[in-house]
C-alpha cells in the first residue's frame, strides 16, 4: 500500500503562489492516478486536480483553471500543485490522494483509497 506525504504549505499573501509537494513510498507510484482535495473550516472536502498515470491527462476543478498545475514525477515518486494568483478563498488544508481508476469519478473523494495527512495553505489579504 502506498503511503502519501504532503509538504510545500505555509502562509503566503494574495496574488502570491506555492508549490505543494506530495511524496509517495513504495514502488507502484506509477500505477495510481493522483489526486488533490482541499478542504476549509466548516466546508467539504473539494476537488482541486488530478492527473493520470503517466501524466498525459490531467482534470482540473474551474476555478482553479488556470491558476493551478498539477504535474508529477514518476522517477521520484512525487506529484507537484502550483498554485498561483491565490486569493483568500484558497485557504484550506490541502490533501494529496491516490486512486487506481481515471475517468468520470476521478473528481469525487470516494474514488482515493490512500490519502496523505494534509498540508495547511493560509493566504493572508
Known amino acids: 500500500q502506498v503511503q502519501l506525504v504532503e509538504s510545500g504549505g505555509g502562509l503566503v499573501q494574495a496574488g502570491g503562489s506555492l508549490r505543494l509537494s506530495c511524496a509517495a513510498s513504495?514502488?507502484?507510484?506509477?500505477?495510481?492516478?493522483m489526486g488533490w482535495f482541499r478542504q476549509a473550516p466548516g466546508k467539504e472536502r473539494e476537488f482541486v486536480a488530478a492527473i493520470n498515470w503517466s501524466g498525459s491527462s490531467t482534470d482540473y476543478a474551474d476555478s482553479m483553471k488556470g491558476r493551478f498545475t498539477i504535474s508529477r514525477d514518476n522517477a521520484k515518486n512525487t506529484v507537484y500543485l502550483r498554485m498561483n494568483s491565490l486569493n483568500v478563498e484558497d485557504t484550506a488544508v490541502y490533501y494529496c490522494?491516490?486512486?487506481?481508476?481515471?475517468?468520470?469519478?476521478?473528481?469525487?473523494?470516494?474514488?482515493?483509497?490512500?490519502w496523505g495527512q494534509g498540508t495547511q495553505v493560509t493566504v493572508s489579504s
Open positions: 513504495g514502488r507502484t507510484f506509477s500505477r495510481y492516478v
Open positions: 490522494a491516490a486512486a487506481n481508476a481515471w475517468g468520470p469519478l476521478t473528481m469525487s473523494p470516494g474514488t482515493y483509497h490512500t
